[in-house]
């Protein structure tokens, strides 16, 4: 498609009052707020030499920890020419996987480290409007604002930070003309399970030696609970399940009032029987034991387990 047939078409839709799609909106933003020509030939800007050192340095614990999954999903689309690549929040390329054959075509694509692939820099793309709308999202060839970009598929799925925000965004990208958009569709599946491992493994190091608890249907809808049972931090996924804010830091509470599981004992009582609770289940059972670790006699803890409704078996 050439340049202008393509800008033409751009800057229509973006003026008609009734399209309320949110391609249309990505190309909005793009023109009026970025005030970008779709016609232009704007090549990405690139951090390189320090400036790229510094902001990988900036990611990298995050970074160590997504390599692997990355590495992964690669695996799987390499074969079809995809590149893999992950940005910061602000779209600027950290890191990228591309087979040896495929690496010169992307980077005439400009899909190499350092560069910004934010929406105000490139327009409506996968990367930047992934980050732009929170979402994961499919901007297949000709969706692309800049008629320079059209030749590209790009999938997307922003990757959430321990308090819920969005800190990256994982893009798989192809340039072949035979791309089509189910393969898309079923790229897309493997790039959000992906994004979703990547969140889950980098929230677990963000808590390290507290007690993770699934709170929903899916595995990465995790909860970070410290050693007194309060829970401290929770996952895009469990604060979905759980009607929590979207974003910031989880004020600390009960994992029992958390999860909305109620009994008839309340303060101190409750708090007893947990204690006791672990403490007969480290013994095997063993009341004597289990007594004598919580520095209580045989008889009192029978007392105690009788008033807290704990089975004596």
Request: aromatic residues 4%.
């Amino acid at each position: 498609m050439a340049a202008r047939p393509h800008a033409d078409r751009v800057m229509e839709r973006t003026q008609a009052a009734d399209d309320l799609s949110a391609l249309t909106s990505s190309w909005r933003r793009s023109a009026v707020k970025h005030g970008l020509d779709p016609a232009a030939p704007l090549r990405p800007q690139r951090l390189t030499g320090q400036d790229l050192s510094d902001r990988r340095a900036m990611a990298g614990g995050f970074l160590s920890v997504a390599a692997p999954r990355i590495e992964a999903l690669h695996g799987l689309v390499r074969a079809s020419g995809c590149s893999v690549v992950l940005t910061d929040a602000d779209g600027i390329i950290l890191d990228r996987r591309v087979s040896e054959a495929d690496a010169e075509a992307f980077d005439r694509w400009d899909l190499t480290p350092g560069a910004d692939w934010s929406e105000a820099a490139q327009g409506t793309n996968g990367v930047g409007t992934c980050l732009a709308e929170g979402r994961q999202v499919i901007i297949h060839r000709d969706e692309h604002f800049l008629s320079r970009n059209t030749g590209m598929s790009c999938i997307d799925a922003p990757i959430h930070g321990p308090e819920g925000q969005v800190i990256a965004a994982l893009d798989v990208s192809s340039a072949r003309a035979d791309q089509t958009e189910h393969i898309n569709a079923l790229i897309a599946a493997m790039v959000g399970q992906t994004a979703r491992q990547i969140e889950a493994a980098w929230f677990r190091a963000a808590f390290p030696g507290a007690r993770m608890v699934v709170a929903g249907e899916a595995a990465e809808a995790l909860v970070a609970v410290d050693r007194d049972d309060l829970a401290i931090g929770a996952t895009r996924d469990a604060r979905r399940a759980l009607g929590l804010p979207r974003t910031g830091a989880l004020t600390p509470r009960p994992l029992a009032d958390l999860l909305g599981r109620e009994d008839e004992l309340t303060g101190f009582d409750r708090a007893e029987r947990a204690a006791v609770t672990r403490a007969l289940a480290r013994s095997g059972g063993n009341v004597t034991a289990a007594a004598r670790a919580l520095g209580v006699g045989r008889a009192t803890l029978y007392r105690k387990m009788t008033r807290l409704g704990l089975d004596a078996r």
